[in-house]
Nanobody, 125 residues
Framework: QVQLVESGGGLVQAGGSLRLSCAASGRTFSNLAMGWFRQAPGKERELVAAISRSGSTSYAGSVKGRFTVSRDNAKNTVYLQMNSLKPEDAAVYYC???????????????????WGKGTLVTVSS
């Protein structure tokens, strides 16, 4: 079973940037498709960005053009670069993995079968 540990959350002013990292262990990272989710208080968890094993990406409409997901297989790490942050981006951000995906498959929310514990992002207005 893969273990996922997020880092990089914190407090940032609106318009600022943060980069989240998620370190994976326990499985060969290049065999994992990855995703970033977020959950704000009182709201459902939503898939923010996903990246396939091949590096193809997809984004939620609310973050497209502002967030970038990337992966470094040599470091067993997936990143979420968040720019032009808005107060509505504040949430707990979770890293997730799809341990059974095809090379080009961008995972959907329901494909994820491993989760990190999350990192808190706070955006002040």
């Amino acid at each position: 079973q893969v273990q996922l540990v997020e880092s990089g959350g914190g407090l940032v002013q609106a318009g600022g940037s943060l980069r989240l990292s998620c370190a994976a262990s326990g499985r060969t990272f290049s065999n994992l498709a990855m995703g970033w989710f977020r959950q704000a208080p009182g709201k459902e968890r939503e898939l923010v960005a996903a990246i396939s094993r091949s590096g193809s990406t997809s984004y939620a409409g609310s973050v497209k053009g502002r967030f970038t997901v990337s992966r470094d297989n040599a470091k067993n790490t997936v990143y979420l670069q968040m720019n032009s942050l808005k107060p509505e981006d504040a949430a707990v951000y979770y890293c997730a993995a799809d341990q059974d995906s095809w090379w080009y498959e961008i995972p959907a929310a329901g494909d994820m079968d491993a989760w990190g514990k999350g990192t808190l992002v706070t955006v002040s207005s």
